[in-house]
């Protein structure tokens, strides 16, 4: 399992762009859970790109999540946009990964825009720090992966 994943669910685009930004660092297509509806593949590492409504996640992506097991998925990532800092966690999803024994190494947070609030966000400069962080994610991961970490 050492392919890298990056799928996402989106209301406004802003998921969208965040991850097509990492799929293009990363060299692999992001894919569209809505569109797509892919059955999950397996994945070393996986990205799940999501905002939040109404405090919570998108019921898409919760509904992917649920479909993932162990023995076919690594690692996760968590990419989260929203409005409010308060809500830049996507606590749900990674509850239901952690008690399907999936371990969530990290969450990527960013910036992202509803009506008035945070206009304009993610911006490029947002959309490119996502990009470089999930990176450097991958990196870790693969040398962790190799043992190569310390
Ligand atoms: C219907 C709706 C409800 C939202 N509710 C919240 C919220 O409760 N808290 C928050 O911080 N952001 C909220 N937002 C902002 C989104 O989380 C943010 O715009 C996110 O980037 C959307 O991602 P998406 O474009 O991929 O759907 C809401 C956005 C929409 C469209």
Redesign the pocket.
């Known amino acids: 399992m050492d392919n890298i994943s990056v799928v996402?669910a989106?209301?406004?685009?802003?998921?969208?762009k965040l991850a097509e930004a990492i799929g293009k660092e990363l060299g692999v297509e992001a894919i569209n859970i809505t569109k797509q509806a892919p059955s999950p593949k397996a994945a070393g590492l996986l990205f799940l790109v999501?905002?939040?409504?109404?405090?919570k996640c998108?019921p898409e992506l919760i509904s992917y999540a649920e479909k993932l097991n162990a023995s076919i998925t690594g690692k996760v990532v968590l990419v989260t946009?929203?409005?409010?800092a308060?809500?830049?966690n996507q606590g749900e999803l990674r509850q239901l990964l952690v008690g399907k024994g999936i371990e969530v190494v990290d969450e990527i947070t960013c910036p992202?825009?509803?009506l008035f609030i945070k206009l304009g966000h993610?911006n490029k400069t947002e959309i490119r720090f996502v990009a470089e962080a999930a990176k450097e994610i991958s990196k870790k991961s693969a040398a962790s992966a190799d043992g190569k970490d310390d």
């Open positions: 996402y989106t209301k406004t685009q802003h998921s969208k999501g905002g939040i409504y109404a405090g998108n946009s929203s409005a409010s308060a809500h830049r992202g825009g509803f993610p």
